[in-house]
């Protein structure tokens, strides 16, 4: 009877808010277009909107941290001439890259996607946020870019 | 005698969903008797039914005041509040209705599954627990339970859920639509139109299933095989990682006569992905 009347007491609190995501498969061409910075930013955001654990949030920025230090390196080498500038296959690679951190943030919202699809289903759209991130995210590209020209 | 006649006719109605047909005998018993509270709770069902939560939960509340039995009550005036998505509302009400009666199973699955929307998820299945030792063969407990099995991909469980919500089911269109969402979640997009087109049938005037289908449509026709491969395999991002991978390989290997073939099938195929949504759109939908 205790048990029951523990779970007859009110949970929800006055700052409640409910899940919102957006479609988790454009993330795909956030990470395709803009690199680790905006998917790292909209991933996060998402996950966060779904209550993701915060060990997984935490592991993924990790990883695109490290992504996109390993890009600005690439990208200030290939500005100083020390990979030559036809060398595609570093190029895919970096793409390539940000594609699996991609599949990184999938597995951890595919199935708190899901469950809001089921218990709410509103999309929030994604357009205006990946424009912005994308064009913020390449910033600090052009400033390593313009580092490495000019150095 | 009015009372109990019209009260007749206004069950009837209710039992087959037809809720505005059920209008003029309430009005009836509103000109018998303008305080009737039986009048204020079948009137605030007929709101809900037409989505009016708002005017719902002003008819409860009147034939709360009135004198009628307060768990139907705040049974439904906690529905109202969490279809406006006022979900703290909804659970004061749903806590005052089982303060009256704990062992209301219908009324537990709706707090639990009110728990599951909200991120409580312990206390959710606890409560569908609850829900399912009370009244085991209640519809909508089992619905309940499904929904919450459908929102945690739990498949096995969901198969057992439809088979209980098969036996307790008042209409066949239920049974149907979980049918379809079960192969739905699975990615079985054939499947799953059968199911809703047989639902369909049964109900043409369903909008919402009409939309559903239409959806469905679009996913099973000829023209999208390869996306529903693709989906298949795990998505666009599976099979470009899969090419770069392969084509990174051929061009170490300098297996160019491979690699540049390979390349194009793979750039013909996203081309293929991009405009078939349009050439639908545009010269097949609604057309087969």
């Known amino acids: 009877m205790s048990k029951m009347n523990a779970l007859l007491q009110p949970s929800i609190e006055k700052d409640w808010r409910e899940t919102k995501s957006y479609d988790i498969q454009r993330l795909l061409w956030v990470a395709f277009i803009g690199g680790p910075i905006p998917l790292m930013v909209l991933g996060t955001r998402n996950a966060k909107w779904l209550n993701v654990r915060q060990l997984h949030i935490n592991l993924l920025i990790f990883l695109g941290i490290i992504m996109e230090i390993g890009e600005c390196a690439i990208i200030y080498l290939f500005a100083n001439g020390t990979l030559s500038a036809e060398d595609r296959v570093m190029r895919y690679l970096l793409k390539l890259a940000s594609i699996l951190l991609f599949l990184g943030y999938r597995a951890v919202l595919t199935k708190p996607f899901q469950q809001h699809m089921v218990t709410n289903g509103n999309i929030t759209?994604?357009?205006?946020?990946?424009?912005?991130?994308i064009l913020l995210g390449g910033v600090p590209e052009l400033i390593v870019l313009a580092l490495g020209l000019l150095g | 005698m009015i009372k109990e006649k019209e009260t007749r006719i206004i069950q009837h109605y209710f039992e087959l969903d037809r809720y505005e047909e059920a209008v003029p005998s309430i009005e009836k018993l509103f000109t018998n008797d303008p305080l009737d509270p039986d009048a204020f709770y079948y009137m605030a069902v007929v709101h809900f039914s037409k989505c009016d939560y708002e005017s719902a939960r002003k008819m409860c509340e009147q034939a709360l005041y009135n004198g009628f039995d307060s768990v139907p009550c705040y049974y439904l005036i906690g529905q109202a509040y969490e279809e406006e998505g006022n979900f703290q509302g909804?659970?004061?009400?749903?806590?005052?209705?089982?303060?009256?009666?704990?062992?209301?199973?219908?009324?537990?699955?709706?707090?639990?599954?009110?728990?599951?929307?909200?991120?409580?998820?312990?206390?959710?299945?606890?409560?569908?627990?609850?829900a399912r030792r009370v009244a085991p063969s209640s519809e909508r407990v089992n619905q309940l339970i499904l929904q919450y099995y459908f929102a945690k991909s739990d498949q096995n469980q969901q198969l057992l859920y439809i088979q209980k919500v098969m036996e307790s089911a008042s209409s066949e269109i239920v049974v149907l639509v979980n049918l379809?969402?079960?192969?739905?979640?699975?990615?079985?997009?054939?499947?799953a139109m059968e199911y809703f087109r047989q639902a369909?049938?049964?109900?043409?005037?369903?909008?919402?299933?009409?939309?559903?289908?239409?959806?469905?449509?679009?996913?099973?026709?000829?023209?999208?095989?390869?996306?529903?491969?693709?989906?298949?395999?795990?998505?666009?991002?599976?099979?470009?990682?899969?090419?770069?991978?392969?084509?990174?390989?051929?061009?170490?290997?300098?297996?160019?006569?491979?690699?540049?073939?390979?390349?194009?099938?793979y750039i013909v195929l996203c081309i293929y992905t991009w405009i078939t949504p349009f050439f639908y759109k545009r010269f097949l939908n609604g057309k087969i």
């Open chain 2, 180 to 191: 379809g969402f079960f192969h739905a979640l699975k990615n079985e997009d054939k499947a």
């Open chain 1, 125 to 133: 759209k994604i357009l205006k946020p990946a424009i912005v991130w």
């Open chain 2, 200 to 265: 369909f049938l049964q109900d043409p005037t369903n909008t919402d299933l009409l939309k559903i289908l239409e959806e469905y449509n679009q996913l099973t026709h000829p023209l999208f095989f390869p996306q529903r491969v693709i989906k298949k395999a795990g998505g666009p991002a599976i099979i470009y990682t899969l090419f770069m991978v392969i084509a990174i390989l051929l061009f170490f290997l300098k297996q160019y006569l491979v690699l540049l073939p390979f390349a194009a099938i």
């Open chain 2, 90 to 130: 909804a659970e004061e009400a749903y806590l005052s209705a089982l303060e009256l009666e704990p062992e209301n199973g219908d009324i537990l699955a709706s707090y639990g599954y009110l728990m599951v929307k909200v991120g409580f998820e312990d206390k959710a299945l606890q409560l569908l627990e609850e």
